[in-house]
C-alpha cells in the first residue's frame, strides 16, 4: 500500500479543521484482545454517534481466534456521509499490553490517545495527546468480580471517550439499553461503568486539547444499522426461503444464524410448525447437495459459505447447472488462498464462482455493495434461480458481512414471487406432454415439473449425463452440442434480467472507474477526494451482477482508460473485463488492486490513480 | 397364511390403486446379462407394485456407478435423479425436505455409499431420513472394470489373481451403531425374502437400509470371489423366513403360537418372522450386533431383518415442518408482512 501523499494529507487536515475543532470528521480505533467483551461497548459507542445524527460505520479486525488475540474495531463519524474504511487514525483507544506500542507508534502527529494507565504510552512519543485512566483500578469500584470487571474497563472507555468527544450522554444511555435489550441487571451495571468513565474525564482532563468534537446533526434520521449477513437472511425470509442447508464458516455462518433466528419469529404457522426447514450440514458437499435436491423437488433452496466451502461445493454445481437446477448460493469472501486469513476481507473468489465447476460451466453472480443490496439481491437471486433455472450466486465479502452499516430502511418487495416454468398436472392434461430441455420460447430456459405431480407425462430423468431435449440419455454429438448451445442462449437471457450496472459519467470525464462490492464506498469517497483536490473528474461503473451486459463496451468506448478497481492480487474482474471486450477496446483496461486483507480505503485509490495517471502523460 | 396383495374389489391385473404392474416399469436395462442389480430392479418392481405405490409420489434417487443407473429401469412414471457419486444423501435429504409427502427410493452401490460416499452416508443414517436406501452390494467397481471396493472381504480374489488385503466394512453392522432403525441384508437371487423386505420398508417411518448381495457377472462371479452367485448361495444363513402383511389387509394365523414373531410397522403392516432354528429377535440392538460378529466369523452370509426399531423419531419429525410440501407452499405463507418488515427495520433503528 503507498501512504498518504503530504499533499493530500495537509489538504484533508485544512479541509477537517477550518482552524477550530473537528467536527463529526474523525475515526477511532479500539485496540482489545478478542474474547474480552468489547463488542458490545463498541457498539454502544458507535451507535451513540449515529443516534447524534452523524453518518458513522464500524469495522472490527479480529483475529481467527476466540479469545486472547489482538483485536481492532474502527469507528469513523463523517460529516459527508463517507462510510469507507478511512486508513488514518485520530484516536485510539489502546487497551491491549502487546499491541499497544505499535499501535501508538503507527499514529500520526497530533493524534488522540487513550490507554490503560499502567501501560506508560506516553514515554514512546512525544507528538501526542495522552490520557491515561486506570481502567482495571476505576472497575474494581464497581465489582469485586473480576471476570466481569474485565467486561465493565471496556464500558468506562466508552464513557471516558464520550467525555472527550461531546457524545450526548443521554444517546449513550439510549445504546447502551439498547444494546442489552431486556437485561435490567447488565444495562445497571453498564451504566455505572460508563457514567464512571465520564466523570473520571471530566474531573481529569481538559477536553478542550482534544481536537476532535461530536456535534449534532440531522443525517442519520430514519436510518439502521445493520451487518450485511442479517440484511442477506433478511432477504431470503422475504424470498419466501424455505429450505437452507449450511455448513459453519467464516464469515459467512452468521447469515444462516440469523435466518434461523429470524425465521423462528416470523415463519411459524398458527398450529406452531415451521414452514421452512434449516439444517446444518456435515460439510459444504452435503449443505450445497440438500440445496440442490431440495431444489429440483420445487423448494426455495439455499446455502451459504466462503472460499473454502466453494471450492468443495464445485462438482455439485456443475452438476445443477447442466442438469438445470435452481439453487441460491451466497458466498461471504474471506482471504484464501487455502485457509488464508479466515477473518480478513478479500474480493478473490469472483473467477471460482464465475467458472465453478469442471466443464464448460459459467454462472450468474450478484454482486451487492451495500447492507441493502444484500437485502435485494438476497431477494432477487430466488427469483433468478427459479426462472433460470441454474444456481445463482451471491458474492458479498467479510467486511461487508459481518461489520456493522448505516442504511436506509429496506423496502418491502412487491413484485410477485417469481416461480419460473414449473408446469404442474392440469398444464400437462392441456399440453398433453413436454419436453424438460426444449426450447418452447426461444429463450434458452426449458420447463420443468415437479416430483409428485400426478400426471403420466411429468415425469423425468435428472442426470449429470449427456441428454438430450426428452432428457434422455444420450451421447450423440449433435445433442451434446445443442443442449450447450441452449445453456449459453440462456446465460445471455439472463444479461437483460440481473441487476444493472450503475453508471456515474461527469461530461467532461475521460477516465473511469469499475468496480463492485464493497470497494464501492472508497471509490465513491475517492471521486470526491479526485475532483476535489487534483480536478480530475472521473466517471464510475458500478458492476452490480454478472453477466456482462452491453453497458461494458458502451462505457470503455466513452472513455480513454478505465481502471478496474478490486480486492486481489491477480485481477481476476479485470481478466473477465479483457475477455468480455472487443480486441481494441482492451488497451484501455487498467488496474487498481488492494489485497491485504484490510478493506480498500480512498485514499488508496486515489493515490494509485494519481501515480497511474502522471505516468500516462 | 394370505401373501395376494388384491384387494377383493380391484379389477384383475391391477393392484388395489388400479395400476398394472407395465406402470412400474422402466427403460431397458443397459447392464450385463445377469447382473444381479437387474435382479433387484425387477424385485422393486415387484414390491412397488403389490404394496401399491402410487408411482407419482415417488423420487428415485442414485449417485453414480452400475448399480445407480438402475433408477431408469424402473418406476418411469416417476421422478429421477441419478447425482454425483456418494452424494445421493444429501440429494435425498434435500428431497425429503422439499416434500415430505414423497417416498423416496435412493440406488447406491459399495463403491458409491462404502468409500466416496461414506461422510454422506452415516450421516443420513445419523439423521433417519424417511427414505429407503438400497446397496447394490457386489464389492467391487464395474463401470471402471472390476477394482475392489470396501465391501471386498478380507482374501477375496480379484478376476486377475489377486487377493484382496484390507477388510470389509459391514454397512449392515455400522448402521445399527449409527441408530438406523430398519437394517436388511438380502440377496439378488432370493426375490421372496427381497420383496417382502421391500413392502416392509415402505411401511417403515425412517431409513430402511438394505445391503443387498449382487454378484457382477463380469467382474466378481468367479471362484475365489466371496461375493460371487456361488458363494452367496453356498454360504447364505437365513436368519428367518419373512413374510408380509399390508396394512390392508387382515392377519390370519397359520403357524402354531411361538413359532412366529410378528413387528408392526408404521403405516399399521406387519412383518412376520418365521423362526429358523434359532430364535432370532431383531428388534434387540445387541444381538443383531452379535448375530452379525459371529457370522463374520464363521464366514456365514446373513440374510434377513438384522435390525428394526419402530419407536425412533424420523428427521423430518424433529424439524417440526408443517404437513404440507415445502415446495409448494403459496406466496402468502411464505413470505411474512410488510409489517413484519417495518417492525424489524424500526429494531434496528
Given at each position: 500500500m503507498s501512504s498518504q501523499s503530504p499533499q493530500a494529507l495537509v489538504a484533508e487536515e485544512d479541509q477537517r479543521s477550518n482552524g477550530g475543532p473537528i467536527i463529526n470528521d474523525f475515526s477511532i480505533q479500539v485496540a482489545t484482545v478478542n474474547g474480552s467483551g468489547s463488542q458490545s461497548s463498541n457498539t454502544v459507542l458507535m451507535r451513540s454517534i449515529f443516534q447524534m445524527g452523524i453518518p458513522v460505520s464500524g469495522k472490527n479486525l479480529f483475529p481467527s481466534n476466540i479469545a486472547g488475540l489482538p483485536t481492532w474495531f474502527t469507528i469513523r463519524a463523517n460529516k459527508d456521509g463517507w462510510i469507507a474504511r478511512r486508513k488514518e487514525i485520530d484516536f485510539l483507544v489502546a487497551m491491549n499490553s502487546e499491541t499497544a506500542r505499535e499501535d501508538v507508534m503507527n499514529l500520526d502527529p497530533n493524534r488522540v490517545v487513550v490507554y490503560e494507565e499502567t501501560l506508560k504510552l506516553n514515554q514512546y512519543r512525544k507528538d501526542l495527546t495522552f490520557f491515561p485512566v486506570p481502567f482495571a483500578k476505576l472497575a474494581i469500584e464497581i465489582t469485586p468480580d473480576s471476570r466481569l470487571r474485565k467486561l465493565l474497563a471496556n464500558m468506562i472507555y466508552v464513557g471516558v471517550v464520550g467525555e472527550l468527544l461531546e457524545i450526548d450522554p443521554a444517546e449513550m444511555e439510549l445504546a447502551l439499553t439498547k444494546q442489552f435489550k431486556g437485561k435490567a441487571k447488565a444495562v445497571a451495571l453498564n451504566k455505572t461503568a460508563l457514567d464512571l468513565g465520564s466523570k473520571f474525564a471530566r474531573e481529569n482532563f481538559d477536553k478542550t486539547t482534544v481536537p476532535y468534537k461530536t456535534q449534532r446533526m440531522n443525517?442519520?434520521?430514519g436510518k439502521i444499522i445493520i451487518d450485511g449477513n442479517s440484511a442477506a437472511a433478511l432477504g431470503c425470509m422475504f424470498a419466501g426461503v424455505t429450505v437452507a442447508t449450511w455448513y459453519p464458516i467464516t464469515p459467512s455462518s452468521s447469515l444462516c444464524e440469523k435466518l434461523t433466528d429470524y425465521m423462528k419469529d416470523h415463519r411459524i404457522d398458527k398450529d406452531g410448525k415451521a414452514t421452512f426447514a434449516i439444517v446444518q450440514a456435515e460439510d459444504e458437499l452435503a449443505a450445497v447437495g440438500m440445496a440442490i435436491g431440495a431444489g429440483w423437488a420445487g423448494a426455495r433452496a439455499m446455502t451459504s459459505t466462503a472460499g473454502p466451502g466453494i471450492s468443495l461445493m464445485q462438482e455439485f454445481v456443475g452438476l445443477a447447472y447442466y442438469a438445470e437446477i435452481p439453487v441460491v448460493i451466497f458466498d461471504i469472501t474471506r482471504v484464501g488462498p487455502s485457509t488464508g486469513l479466515p477473518t480478513r476481507t478479500q474480493q478473490s473468489d469472483i473467477l471460482s464462482l464465475v467458472f465453478c465447476s469442471h466443464g464448460d460451466t459459467k454462472h450468474v453472480v450478484l454482486l451487492p455493495a451495500s447492507v441493502e443490496e444484500c437485502f435485494t439481491m438476497g431477494y432477487e437471486a430466488f427469483d433468478l434461480a427459479e426462472r433460470f433455472q441454474t444456481p445463482i450466486f451471491v458474492m458479498s465479502d467479510l467486511d461487508l458481512g459481518m461489520n456493522n452499516w448505516m442504511s436506509d430502511p429496506f423496502e418491502y418487495p412487491t413484485k410477485k414471487l417469481d416461480r419460473g416454468k414449473v408446469l404442474t398436472a392440469d398444464d400437462l392434461k392441456r399440453l398433453g406432454s413436454f419436453q424438460r430441455y426444449g426450447d418452447v420460447d426461444g429463450d434458452g430456459i426449458p420447463y420443468r415439473t415437479l416430483p409428485g405431480t400426478n400426471h403420466p407425462a411429468a415425469a423425468y430423468f435428472t442426470r449429470g449425463s449427456g441428454h438430450n431435449e426428452n432428457a434422455v440419455y444420450s451421447e450423440r454429438p449433435n445433442d451434446y452440442k445443442r443442449n450447450m448451445d441452449r445453456l449459453n442462449k440462456k446465460y445471455q437471457t439472463a444479461c437483460d434480467e440481473v441487476p444493472q450496472p450503475e453508471i456515474i459519467s461527469p461530461k467532461s470525464a475521460k477516465i473511469g472507474f469499475l468496480a463492485f462490492g464493497t470497494t464501492h464506498w472508497a471509490i465513491i469517497e475517492s471521486l470526491d477526494q479526485l475532483q476535489r483536490e487534483y480536478k480530475i473528474p472521473v466517471s464510475y461503473f458500478r458492476l452490480r451482477a454478472l453477466p456482462f451486459t452491453k453497458h461494458l463496451v458502451e462505457f470503455f468506448e466513452r472513455h480513454d482508460r478505465v481502471y478496474v478497481v478490486e480486492q486481489n492480487r491477480d485481477g481476476q474482474m479485470e481478466m473477465l473485463v479483457k475477455a468480455e471486450l472487443p480486441s481494441e477496446l482492451t488497451g484501455k483496461i487498467r488496474s487498481i488492486r488492494h489485497y491485504s486483507g484490510i478493506p480498500i480505503d480512498a485514499r488508496f485509490v486515489t493515490d494509485e490513480l494519481v501515480a497511474a495517471e502522471k505516468g500516462e502523460k | 397364511m394370505s401373501t395376494t396383495m388384491q384387494p377383493p374389489t380391484a379389477p384383475k391385473n391391477t393392484n388395489r390403486l388400479g395400476y398394472v404392474i407395465a406402470d412400474y416399469k422402466g427403460g431397458?436395462?443397459?447392464?450385463?446379462?445377469?447382473?444381479g442389480h437387474d435382479a433387484i430392479t425387477s424385485q422393486i418392481i415387484k414390491a412397488f407394485y403389490e404394496y401399491g405405490v402410487d408411482p407419482y409420489r415417488v423420487a428415485k434417487l442414485s449417485g453414480i456407478g452400475c448399480s445407480s443407473k438402475t433408477p431408469a429401469y424402473f418406476l418411469s412414471r416417476s421422478h429421477g435423479f441419478n447425482a454425483v457419486h456418494g452424494r445421493m444423501p444429501a440429494l435425498a435429504t434435500g428431497v425429503m425436505l422439499a416434500n415430505q409427502t414423497l417416498i423416496s427410493i435412493g440406488v447406491s452401490g459399495d463403491g458409491d455409499t462404502?468409500?466416496?460416499g461414506m461422510g454422506q452416508f452415516v450421516h443420513l443414517l445419523r439423521r433417519n431420513v424417511p427414505m429407503i436406501y438400497i446397496i447394490e452390494n457386489n464389492g467391487v467397481y464395474g463401470l471402471t472394470k472390476g477394482q475392489f471396493s470396501a465391501t471386498a472381504d478380507l482374501g477375496s480374489k480379484a478376476k486377475s489373481g489377486v487377493s484382496n488385503d484390507l477388510p470389509a466394512i459391514d454397512l449392515c453392522a455400522m448402521a445399527i451403531e449409527l441408530g438406523c432403525n430398519f437394517v436388511a441384508r438380502s440377496f439378488a437371487g432370493d426375490p421372496k425374502q427381497m420383496i417382502a423386505l421391500l413392502k416392509a420398508s415402505l411401511g417403515h417411518r425412517g431409513t430402511a437400509l438394505f445391503d443387498v448381495i449382487s454378484p457382477c457377472v463380469t467382474f466378481n462371479n468367479h471362484d475365489g470371489s466371496t461375493k460371487s452367485y456361488k458363494y452367496a448361495k453356498d454360504h447364505e444363513e437365513l436368519l428367518h423366513d419373512i413374510s408380509y402383511v399390508p396394512f390392508f389387509e387382515q392377519i390370519t394365523v397359520d403357524y402354531a403360537e411361538g413359532e412366529t414373531k410378528d413387528v408392526e410397522l408404521h403405516d399399521g403392516s406387519h412383518i412376520r418372522l418365521r423362526k429358523a432354528d434359532k430364535g432370532y429377535d431383531p428388534t434387540n440392538k445387541s444381538e443383531a450386533l452379535n448375530s452379525l460378529r459371529k457370522s463374520q466369523e464363521l464366514n456365514e452370509f446373513l440374510t434377513g431383518l438384522i435390525y428394526i426399531n419402530e419407536e425412533k423419531p424420523d428427521f423430518l419429525t424433529l424439524l417440526n415442518m408443517i404437513d404440507a410440501p415445502l415446495a409448494t407452499l403459496p406466496q402468502e405463507r411464505t413470505q411474512p408482512s410488510e409489517d413484519a418488515l417495518r417492525e424489524i427495520m424500526s429494531d434496528l433503528m
Open positions: 443525517a442519520t434520521k | 431397458d436395462s443397459t447392464l450385463c446379462a445377469g447382473c462404502a468409500s466416496i
